[in-house]
């Protein structure tokens, strides 16, 4: 069992739920990054990070300007990377399947882009904190750009310990107070079928005043 793997090799911890939100642009990735390179910094922690196929992108870094493969991995805008796993959306339980095959268990758990998975991942997150006492980090957009809550992050910020909301600046006025993505409305003419654009060059962020604004003057998401 993982729980007495993790008893033997001293690991054995409480476990709980962190969920980094926010919109386009705000550094979550970022925020990730950080907390992963203080577990591979400490010598007792495991950490592993695992990715949706269906994140399958390119990113455009801040400073360089040019776009990186993010496929497979945990990438912020400033460049830093992490290799992760890829696992389905529809089926979040191969995180846990794989976890229960790893010879030497993790003390913690990095889900990117989790918007995109079904709400099955709320209760893999609790059976990850709850019965295998990891420290689960949960990654992703917690707003469509139409402002509905997006996958089941609005459901694990309930849940989670700790909810940290990233902002941006907004690309209109300058505030960092910018909590929206806007989607060009040609490129929402593309999704009347429903489905998910995935990339960052379509999108701007905005802060609620301004994001008002461009509804008024560009119609409604």
């Known amino acids: 069992m993982q729980e007495d793997a993790m008893q033997k090799s001293g690991l054995i911890q409480d476990g709980w739920i962190e969920v980094i939100c926010g919109c386009m642009f705000s550094g979550k990735s970022e925020e990730g990054g950080k907390r992963v390179t203080k577990e591979k910094l400490s010598k007792s922690r495991i950490p592993i990070i695992f990715v ?3 994140s399958q992108r390119k ?3 801040t400073f360089k300007q040019e776009q990186v493969d993010a496929t497979g991995k945990m990438v912020s805008r400033n460049g830093k990377s992490f290799d992760g ?3 389905s ?4 339980d191969e995180i846990i399947d794989f976890i229960r095959e790893m010879t030497d268990p993790p003390t913690t758990v990095v889900i990117e882009e989790a918007h995109f998975c079904s709400d099955e991942l709320v209760e893999v997150c609790k059976k990850l ?3 295998f006492r990891l420290r689960v980090i949960v990654i992703g957009l917690d707003q469509k750009f139409n402002g509905e809550g997006f996958g089941p992050i609005p459901r694990l910020m309930v849940e989670a310990e ?3 909301k990233e902002l941006a600046v907004c690309t209109e006025c300058g505030s960092q107070n910018a909590s929206k993505s806007w989607l060009d409305s040609r490129e929402r003419k ?3 079928n429903g489905s998910i654009l995935v990339g960052d060059t379509q999108y701007v962020a905005l802060c609620r005043h301004c994001y008002r604004e461009f509804e008024k003057n560009f119609g409604k998401q």
């Open 52 to 54: 949706p196929r269906k």
């Open 59 to 61: 990113l455009t870094l």
């Open 85 to 87: 796993i890829e696992f």
């Open 89 to 92: 959306t529809s089926n979040p």
């Open 129 to 131: 904190a709850e019965e």
């Open 162 to 164: 700790m909810v940290t």
């Open 190 to 192: 593309s999704l009347e």
